[in-house]
């Protein structure tokens, strides 16, 4: 339980800095940073992982980088969904996706396997 507490706060975090980084991406406060990384989460869980597995054979041909695509697609509508999370097109959800992979990337690599 508390590691999926420590995923979670991790992801707002992501999120705060994310917004720091990309015009256009916007996170109000720590609050809607929370609710936002949850929802993207449920959406990943669901919507995404159906994505994932219809657009297998253009994720392979692309080298997996369609699945920028759908983290942009899941980020925007979050975005949708989420008061004070605001995403002003599919270009800044894309280069969310991107630095939100990135810093994720960092933050396991410091918490470790927590």
Known sequence: MLRI????????MALLVTSRFVPGFEVRGLKAAL???LVIGLLNATVGLLLKI???PISI?????FL???NGLMILAAAH????FHVSGMIP????AVILALVGVLFRAVVGKA
Not at 61 to 65: V, Y
Request: avoid cysteine; hydrophobic fraction near 75%; glycine fraction near 10%.
């Open 5 to 12: 507490l420590l995923h979670w706060i991790l992801a707002a």
């Open 61 to 65: 041909l692309t080298f997996g980088l």
């Open 68 to 70: 920028l695509v759908i």
């Open 93 to 96: 959800a894309l280069w969310g």
């Open 81 to 84: 969904f989420v008061h004070g």
């Open 35 to 37: 609710i936002a990384a």
């Open 54 to 56: 219809v657009t297998f």
